[in-house]
């Protein structure tokens, strides 16, 4: 069946007693049980019912449904942003004396998370270069935890060998984690490149237009402890879940996700190549014939390259200019809403890095991050040269 079949036509788990053919919003807390050993068995995971909805309530849980349909995933979990889902999938594989191995090439948050959150806990990183394979076996020991990446970073827009990576992963009995988020997990098969635990944040595509915060972790069952760990311990003592209402909103986006994304990518596909005529103006974007992890991305993800590519002016002072110089696309934050948005991730997303830390993860002052929304592209394409000039 087409995954934009099986993103609207998922079943409801049960049958709503006025006929819904959508999943109603169960804006509750607590659920009424018959007997004693029916709240017992959902208590203590005896079988998959709401008891609590801070660990699992059925609008939340359609959503969940909906993505392992469509991603052929064991568990999927729903947290309230990308950074909850990514905070929870680090948790189920660390502890105070671990490691993780994974790029210099990472978001912001991602990386002040795991270089200093997590180490005051007693878990160390070790940043490397992924595409150097000899590297990333010569950074794993007997305490590392995981192998983490994004599959196309954000913004340096770097794509490293996933199956090499598994390969490495699984030859030292380690999960290679990875954020998927750049290309939806319809586009291509995560576990198939060998990925053990996917993460995202389904506040970029999924939601459909920005209309609200989320996060996923997609288990493939390759390592059990995870799915262990989240449903009987994460999910009761941290208490991210994502509400009802941001599921409901959700899984309403992940009906048109197919249709938004090829949109979304033909726009940036040609507002790339369009870019590439203008003078002073120096783009970047997988989708390019010309670019260097063209063909790597096309072997791991498909045609559609996604609807993020950056551009480099002069210096910091021409990218303030330029983002002032703005009439239609938006100064804004996030990726993949329906309208166009630019960031100088420079002085936002990493402004509070030092200048030396910015230099080691390749984030330049003369970058600016385009996501490309679904407005007309010449509308889009004449907004950046007139605020280029």
Do not use: W
């Amino acid at each position: 069946m087409d995954k934009s079949t099986i993103a609207i036509d998922t079943k409801l788990p049960r049958q709503d007693a006025y006929g819904s053919i959508a999943m109603p919003v169960y804006h509750t807390a607590a659920y009424e049980f018959e007997t004693a050993k029916d709240m017992a068995d959902a208590f203590c995971g005896r079988v998959l019912a709401p008891d609590y909805s801070r660990v699992m309530n059925p609008t939340v849980m359609h959503f969940e449904d909906q993505v392992k349909a469509l991603t052929g995933a064991d568990n999927v979990f729903a947290f309230c942003s990308g950074m909850a889902a990514i905070t929870n999938a680090f948790l189920t594989v660390i502890e105070s004396g671990k490691n993780i191995v994974t790029s210099r090439h990472l978001f912001g948050n991602t990386v002040a998370l795991i270089t200093k959150t997590f180490a005051r806990f007693g878990v160390e990183t070790r940043q490397v270069d992924l595409l150097d394979l000899d590297a990333v076996r010569k950074s794993i020991d007997k305490n590392t935890a995981c192998i983490y990446l994004e599959i196309v970073t954000n913004p340096q827009l770097e794509v490293a060998d996933i199956p090499a990576l598994a390969k490495i992963a699984h030859e030292n009995g380690i999960p290679l984690i990875a954020d998927t988020t750049v290309i939806p997990f319809t586009q291509f098969s995560a576990k198939a490149l060998g990925v053990d635990i996917e993460v995202l944040s389904s506040t970029k595509y999924i939601s459909g237009g920005a209309t609200s915060l989320g996060g996923l972790v997609i288990d493939y069952g390759t390592f059990p402890e995870v799915n262990k760990r989240i449903r009987f311990e994460l999910l009761f003592n941290i208490g991210s879940y994502m509400s009802p209402h941001a599921a409901y909103m959700q899984s309403l986006g992940l009906e048109t996700l197919e249709a938004r994304y090829k949109m979304q990518s033909d726009n940036a596909l040609e507002l790339a190549r369009k870019l590439q005529t203008v003078k002073g103006i120096r783009v970047n974007y997988i989708g390019l014939e010309d670019n260097s992890f063209h063909a790597l991305a096309q072997r791991q993800f498909g045609k559609m390259a996604g609807a993020m590519l950056t551009i480099d002016l002069a210096d910091q002072e021409a990218c303030f200019r330029f983002i002032d110089n703005l009439k239609l696309i938006r100064r804004a934050t996030n990726l993949f809403d329906n309208k166009t948005l630019a960031i100088h991730p420079y002085s936002t997303i990493f402004g509070n890095f030092t200048d030396d830390e910015k230099r080691e993860m390749d984030v330049k002052d003369t970058t600016i991050r385009i996501s490309v929304g679904l407005e007309n592209v010449d509308d889009i394409f004449e907004d950046i040269v007139q605020a280029a000039n």
